[in-house]
T-cell receptor, first 107, second 113 residues
Framework: KNEVEQSPQNLTAQEGEFITINCSYS?????LHWLQQHPGGGIVSLFM???GKKKHGRLIATINIQEKHSSLHITASHPRDSAVYIC?????????FGKGTHLIIQP | DAGVIQSPRHEVTEMGQEVTLRCKPI?????LFWYRQTMMRGLELLIY????????DSGMPEDRFSAKMPNASFSTLKIQPSEPRDSAVYFC???????????FGPGTRLTVL
């Protein structure tokens, strides 16, 4: 079974800071998802990627298949970015989730 | 489109009762996923369907759990009999194809007393 590790578990930063959240996995995958869970509980899919890099607004996601590692970056962070960010990998045994990174952006 | 619709949003029941959770995926999406989220275990995939057919139910915790998708616009997750340890938020998600972006419903918060 794939082991998915996220770091850090918790992150508090000031508005405007550049944020990086990391995700590592143990077994080869077909795709990796980054999800955002709002304080109210709703889940939004941010990215699905299998190679390279994707950008959407202030969010950037990268993946290194050889290193089995992905990063999610937030530029010019804002309090509304405060949420739990969850990495999920799609492999032979289905979808495996990380425990999430709880991000708080203070004004 | 209204997005993925789940009902009920909240369910409180007593141990031993049957619980049925419902999901309407986004029209045209061929894949439907059921997830469970708890504080202890985080998000877990329970089962997913492709074109109404269950593809992988290895995440279903035990025989008390069953899921059906009688047509492309409706799926149910049933727990019978329910137990307090089943208390969790259950999410349904759909996607156009298996590895595509998934769209999540608002979830059903289940409390079993």
């Amino acid at each position: 079974k794939n082991e998915v590790e996220q770091s850090p578990q918790n992150l508090t930063a000031q508005e405007g800071e550049f944020i990086t959240i990391n995700c590592s996995y143990s077994v080869g995958i077909s795709a990796l998802h980054w999800l955002q869970q709002h304080p109210g509980g709703g889940i939004v899919s941010l990215f699905m990627l299998s190679s390279g890099k994707k950008k959407h607004g202030r969010l950037i996601a990268t993946i290194n298949i050889q290193e089995k590692h992905s990063s999610l970056h937030i530029t010019a962070s804002h309090p509304r970015d405060s949420a739990v960010y969850i990495c999920a990998v799609a492999g032979a045994d289905g979808l495996t989730f990380g425990k999430g990174t709880h991000l708080i952006i203070q004004p | 489109d209204a997005g993925v619709i789940q009902s009920p949003r909240h369910e409180v029941t007593e141990m031993g009762q049957e619980v049925t959770l419902r999901c309407k995926p986004i029209s045209g999406h061929d894949y439907l996923f059921w997830y469970r989220q708890t504080m202890m275990r985080g998000l877990e995939l329970l089962i997913y369907f492709n074109n109404n057919v269950p593809i992988d139910d290895s995440g279903m915790p035990e025989d008390r759990f069953s899921a059906k998708m009688p047509n492309a616009s409706f799926s149910t997750l049933k727990i019978q009999p329910s137990e307090p340890r089943d208390s969790a938020v259950y999410f349904c998600a759909s996607s156009l194809w298996g590895a595509d972006t998934q769209y999540f419903g608002p979830g059903t918060r289940l409390t079993v007393l």
